[in-house]
């Protein structure tokens, strides 16, 4: 149990454009949701925490305007990217927590590239 | 503030031998201690947990850790590493009562040499 699905695996998308990526946890409601961001060789970002039906909490530095997170419902958290550019190219990760407990369980993870 | 420390960012060993990848957490509330691995190109997979008990551990694939608490670590064992275990491991800790939060370790990369 505690599988967590991301969509799409990779995307490539023109300067400018917004895309969409999408965390489901697959047979577990989700209290919270964890949105990370990776650079090659390097560790896991955390960009912000979602929680269902209340607007996303942003880390310091990161964008909210142009990170837009909506966690619409136990199930389902969205990422959009808005008017990408080629310094948002990177691996997006996003993790879920069942209840109050420590444990988050990952998705495989996204690659955008923004040519 | 949280901190969590991999000492070492890429170690190689021989295929067939003994890996100790270390991971140092700043003191603070109770931690729940985790190891991940990442494949290149791949999400991060579970390797082992602590939250109570127990202070030496058991994952999956073999490998097991050890929580000190009087030196703030949580070291990552396996006795005999293979090809495939060559990726990178990410140690992370969340401190109870301290929101809960996932703190991560910058990494360490192994190398396995044939």
């Known amino acids: 149990g505690a599988v967590v699905s991301q969509h799409p695996s990779r995307v490539i998308c023109k300067s400018g454009t917004s895309v969409k990526i999408e965390c489901r946890s697959l047979?577990?409601?989700?209290?919270?949701m964890f949105w990370y961001r990776q650079f090659p060789k390097k560790s896991l970002m955390l960009m912000a925490t979602?929680?269902?039906?209340?607007?996303?909490?942003?880390e310091q530095g990161v964008e909210k305007d142009k990170f837009l997170i909506n966690h619409a419902s136990l199930t389902l958290s969205t990422l959009t990217v808005t008017s990408a550019h080629p310094e948002d190219s990177s691996f997006y990760i996003c993790?879920?927590?069942?209840?109050?407990?420590?444990?988050?369980?990952f998705g495989p993870g996204t690659r955008l590239t923004v040519t | 503030a949280q901190s969590v420390t991999q000492p070492d960012i890429h170690i190689t060993v021989s295929e067939g031998a003994s890996l100790e990848l270390r991971c140092n957490y700043s003191?603070?509330?109770?931690?729940?201690l985790f190891w991940y691995v990442q494949s290149p190109g791949q999400g991060l997979q579970l390797l082992l947990k602590?939250?109570?008990?127990?202070?030496l551990v058991q994952g999956i694939k073999g490998f097991e850790a050890e929580f000190k608490r009087s030196q703030s670590s949580f070291n990552l064992r396996k006795p005999s590493v293979h090809w495939s275990d060559a990726a990178e491991y990410f140690c992370?800790?969340?401190?109870?009562?301290?929101?809960?939060?996932?703190?991560f370790g910058g990494g360490t990369r192994l190398m396995v040499k044939p």
């Open positions: 047979d577990f409601q989700a209290t919270t």
């Open positions: 979602s929680n269902e039906g209340s607007k996303a909490t942003y």
């Open positions: 992370a800790v969340v401190y109870y009562n301290a929101g809960n939060m996932l703190t």
């Open positions: 993790s879920a927590r069942r209840g109050e407990g420590p444990e988050q369980y």
């Open positions: 003191y603070g509330a109770t931690p729940y």
């Open positions: 602590y939250f109570s008990g127990d202070t």
